[in-house]
């Protein structure tokens, strides 16, 4: 099944610690994108790439940073700079930045710092 | 202000009924306009996408865009208990390379 997985579920981080939340892709999709979702809020969007090696930031990059070696990666990671990083973390995939408006989501990955 | 408003409920209705779920928006620019439902604790998916003004249906949903009162609905017909759901309107323009999304609204159908 085509699909998009991100891990872990759930990820607990002390402060002053860096972590990378994984992001994997099987639907040869050119563009990705990870989202912040806080509550009452709206999906804000951190990074995004279109291509391999090629990404740009999103509203909220501060404290984050991306890389995209493979089409089919995306890691994000959430640096000890981010000032409030506890949140619902999406990444999501298009097939292109033309196709912007059919993005598909993975499961969420949801980070508590203690 | 927002870009984008959402009144984000919750909204309760019983199973059967109609429901209207709205967005207004303030960038005049917005072209393509996006429904998409999240569940608890999960991603959003895609239900419908319109481009400009009109209406688009697909099964028991309709979505209107009325550009000139930059305003977006999305009705759901013979609502079900399964429809209880998050639905998050998202809208960009032409060369845009982000989506604008608005905070959700809560919908709760109660059998």
């Known amino acids: 099944d085509g699909g998009i997985t991100q891990s872990p579920k759930y990820l607990f981080r002390k402060e002053g610690q860096n972590v990378t939340l994984s992001c994997e892709q099987n639907?040869?999709?050119?563009?990705m994108y990870w989202y912040r979702q806080d509550p009452g809020q709206g999906l804000r969007l951190i990074y995004y790439?279109?291509?391999?090696?090629?990404?740009q930031k999103g509203d909220i990059a501060e404290g984050y940073s991306v890389s995209r070696e493979k089409k089919e990666s995306f890691p994000l990671t959430v640096t000890s700079a981010q000032k409030n990083p506890t949140a619902f973390y999406l990444c999501?995939?298009?097939?292109?930045?033309?196709?912007?408006?059919?993005?598909?989501f993975g499961p969420g990955t949801r980070l508590t710092v203690l | 202000q927002k870009e984008v408003e959402q009144d984000p409920g919750p909204l309760s209705v019983p199973e059967g009924a109609i429901v209207s779920l709205n967005c207004t928006y303030s960038n005049s620019a917005f072209q393509y306009f996006m429904w998409y439902r999240q569940y608890s604790r999960k991603g959003p998916e895609l239900l419908m996408y319109t481009y400009s003004s009109g209406n688009k249906e697909d099964g028991r949903f309709t979505a209107q865009v009325d550009k000139s009162s930059k305003y977006i609905s999305l009705f759901i017909r013979d609502s079900q208990p399964s429809d209880s759901a998050t639905y998050l309107c998202?809208?960009?323009?032409?060369?845009?390379?982000?989506?604008?999304f608005g905070s959700g609204t809560r919908l709760q159908v109660q059998p």
């Open positions: 999501a995939s298009s097939i292109g930045t033309s196709g912007i408006y059919e993005q598909f």
């Open positions: 790439s279109q291509i391999v090696n090629d990404f």
């Open positions: 639907l040869n999709h050119d563009a």
């Open positions: 998202a809208m960009t323009e032409t060369g845009r390379r982000a989506l604008t």
